[in-house]
């Protein structure tokens, strides 16, 4: 017996939690023997670890669907909070009801006794609109603002004519405003002309022979002529297309793309067709050469 006890001091926590007990229930008078039971210290965790967590599943079920939950912190005043709204809104609508009852006994009495028929104005809004008697009439501000537009579109170079002095008119073939970007700053030496085939601008440089997009676009072509020299031309928006011919070094690949005003080539003389240092500009717009300087403002040398 001795020996069994020290073994079982010996033994560790968890292999005590395996150890049997019996739990007899007797009777007080004849210490008779009625129920008795076999556990361990592991049972009593598993059997009190369930009884707990179904006593939580029941407890929250319980208070879920059943009137209890009322009494939670919190609970009753949201529950409260959308009883009253929902109250709130059916009292507006019994009132506008009411009102609108009580407007058309007024009117029945009214005319039973020949008095005149209360106007809508007294109890209800006029839910209708003479749109007909509606008056445009300009404002002063907007008389200001038109005013202030107009003397700007008069310096503006977008559609500047050099020879008239005047705004050159939209064009059917692009959809105005367009911003275009001067090429080369220098003097055109020869101006457009369809009936020679010329379907460009020449011009010569100042000391920048930086050549630049005149508007932002894609790189359709980047080549070497033996006429026109290095090539580049760009397609953009609007069904337009620009060209830079006669360079002495091309800036961009085909394919490359470019903003408005973004260096494209270097000018030059290249090509056989160059008399001397200058950039070739064509400006074509739906498949048809235009004259780029009823677009763009440039210096002339020419009359």
Do not use: C
């Given at each position: 017996?001795?020996?069994?006890?020290?073994?079982?001091?010996?033994?560790?926590?968890?292999?005590?939690?395996?150890?049997?007990?019996?739990?007899?229930?007797?009777?007080?008078?004849?210490?008779?023997?009625?129920?008795?039971?076999?556990?361990?210290?592991?049972?009593?965790?598993?059997?009190?670890?369930?009884?707990?967590?179904?006593?939580?599943?029941?407890t929250s079920l319980f208070i879920a669907y059943t009137p209890l939950k009322e009494?939670?912190?919190?609970?009753?005043?949201?529950?409260?909070?959308?009883?009253?709204?929902?109250?709130?809104?059916?009292?507006?609508?019994?009132?506008?009801?009411?009102?609108?009852?009580?407007?058309?006994?007024?009117?029945?009495?009214?005319?039973?006794?020949?008095?005149?028929?209360?106007?809508?104005?007294?109890?209800?809004?006029?839910?209708?609109?003479?749109?007909?008697?509606?008056?445009?009439?300009?404002?002063?501000?907007?008389?200001?603002?038109?005013a202030q537009f107009e003397q700007q579109q008069k310096y503006d170079l977008m559609?500047?004519?050099?020879?008239?002095g005047k705004v050159q008119q939209a064009s059917e073939d692009i959809r105005w405003?367009?911003?275009?970007?001067?090429?080369?700053?220098?003097?055109?030496?020869?101006?457009?002309?369809?009936?020679?085939?010329?379907?460009?601008?020449?011009?010569?440089?100042?000391?920048?022979?930086?050549?630049?997009?005149?508007?932002?676009?894609?790189?359709?072509?980047?080549?070497?002529?033996?006429?026109?020299?290095?090539?580049?031309?760009?397609?953009?928006?609007?069904?337009?297309?620009?060209?830079?011919?006669?360079?002495?070094?091309?800036?961009?690949?085909?394919?490359?793309?470019?903003?408005?005003?973004?260096?494209?080539?270097?000018?030059?003389?290249?090509?056989?067709?160059?008399?001397?240092?200058?950039?070739?500009?064509?400006?074509?717009?739906?498949?048809?050469?235009?004259?780029?300087?009823?677009?763009?403002?440039?210096?002339?040398?020419?009359?």
């Amino acid at each position: 017996m001795a020996k069994q006890n020290l073994n079982n001091e010996e033994l560790k926590w968890y292999q005590k939690l395996r150890v049997k007990y019996k739990l007899t229930i007797r009777r007080q008078d004849t210490y008779e023997e009625r129920v008795a039971f076999q556990i361990s210290r592991l049972n009593v965790i598993i059997y009190t670890g369930v009884f707990a967590i179904l006593l939580i599943i029941l407890t929250s079920l319980f208070i879920a669907y059943t009137p209890l939950k009322e009494y939670i912190p919190g609970q009753t005043e949201l529950e409260t909070r959308k009883k009253l709204y929902t109250l709130q809104q059916k009292t507006d609508s019994i009132e506008t009801a009411l009102r609108r009852k009580q407007l058309y006994l007024d009117n029945i009495r009214n005319v039973l006794n020949g008095g005149e028929v209360p106007s809508w104005e007294q109890g209800e809004r006029k839910d209708s609109i003479e749109y007909n008697d509606i008056e445009m009439e300009r404002s002063k501000e907007d008389s200001i603002l038109r005013a202030q537009f107009e003397q700007q579109q008069k310096y503006d170079l977008m559609g500047f004519n050099p020879v008239t002095g005047k705004v050159q008119q939209a064009s059917e073939d692009i959809r105005w405003p367009v911003n275009f970007f001067k090429p080369v700053s220098g003097f055109v030496t020869n101006k457009f002309s369809a009936e020679t085939n010329h379907f460009g601008v020449d011009i010569v440089p100042d000391e920048d022979k930086t050549v630049k997009a005149v508007l932002g676009g894609t790189v359709l072509f980047a080549e070497w002529t033996v006429e026109t020299g290095n090539v580049i031309a760009i397609q953009h928006n609007q069904n337009m297309i620009s060209v830079y011919k006669h360079n002495a070094n091309l800036l961009k690949d085909q394919g490359a793309m470019v903003e408005s005003g973004d260096p494209i080539a270097i000018s030059g003389e290249s090509g056989e067709l160059s008399s001397g240092p200058h950039l070739h500009f064509e400006l074509w717009m739906n498949g048809r050469p235009v004259d780029p300087e009823k677009y763009i403002l440039f210096k002339r040398l020419y009359e």
